[in-house]
């Protein structure tokens, strides 16, 4: 079955460069979104279509796609970044998958 | 203002049955698919089931096929997901989410409605 890996955590010193990866046998022909939660909140997207961004969404905010991973990569990294990132994609026999989600910490 | 606004959350028991509503506002909501997505407490998200902009369309994760329907009123712009032969793994905080079209991901979420299934 189709399945999005994530690391459980990443830590990044303000000011740093945030990189997290999402993974799937079959990621390489899809496309993928990425999901910002913060605690007590409602997820936010901020990554669509592997690259493209919302509006309203900072610029610091990117996303990439090479073979079967997916990056989310926040540069400049705030304290106000820190929360848990979901990527997402779509397949055709489980229509949404969700990754394990990413506990993104700003030391 | 687009919102999505949920409700129905409450307490039950394994075996029970619930309907949990989803109102939205500020877009047309028929041309949307829309989706619930759930959070077990301390969890990640798990995508739960979708419709089609007309209702024709439905698709639902393993874990909640057989048991658990979606229907929506376009006339109402009210989103639904009918629960039955709920378990103790049902337990979460469950949200309705907008749908931004052609696979470009779910853009707007309501604020979640919490389901508990306890004895």
């Known amino acids: 079955s189709f399945e999005l890996t994530q690391p459980p955590s990443v830590s990044v010193s303000p000011g740093q460069t945030a990189s997290i990866t999402c993974s799937g046998d079959k990621l390489g022909d899809k496309s993928a979104c990425w999901y910002q939660q913060k605690p007590g909140q409602s997820p936010v997207l901020v990554i669509y279509?592997?690259?493209k961004r919302p509006s309203g969404i900072p610029e610091r905010f990117s996303g990439s796609h090479s073979g079967n991973t997916a990056t989310l990569t926040i540069s400049g990294t705030q304290a106000l970044d820190e929360a848990d990132y979901y990527c997402q994609a779509w397949d055709s026999r489980t229509a949404v998958l969700f990754g394990g989600g990413t506990k993104l910490t700003v030391l | 203002e687009v919102q999505l606004v949920e409700s129905g959350g409450v307490v039950v028991q394994p075996g029970g049955s619930l309907r949990l509503s989803c109102a939205a506002s500020?877009?047309?909501?028929?041309?949307?698919?829309m989706h619930w997505v759930r959070q077990a407490p301390g969890k990640g998200l798990e995508w739960v089931s979708l419709?089609?902009?007309?209702?024709?369309?439905?698709y639902f994760a393993d874990s909640v096929k057989g048991r658990f329907t979606i229907s929506r009123d376009n006339s109402k712009n009210s989103l639904y997901l009918q629960m039955n032969s709920l378990r103790i793994e049902d337990t979460a905080f469950y949200y309705c989410a907008r749908d931004q079209g052609n696979y470009n991901g779910l853009d707007v979420w309501g604020q979640g409605t919490t389901v508990t299934v306890s004895s």
């Open positions: 500020g877009f047309n909501f028929d041309h949307h698919t």
């Open positions: 279509e592997d690259t």
């Open positions: 419709i089609g902009r007309a209702g024709t369309n439905t």
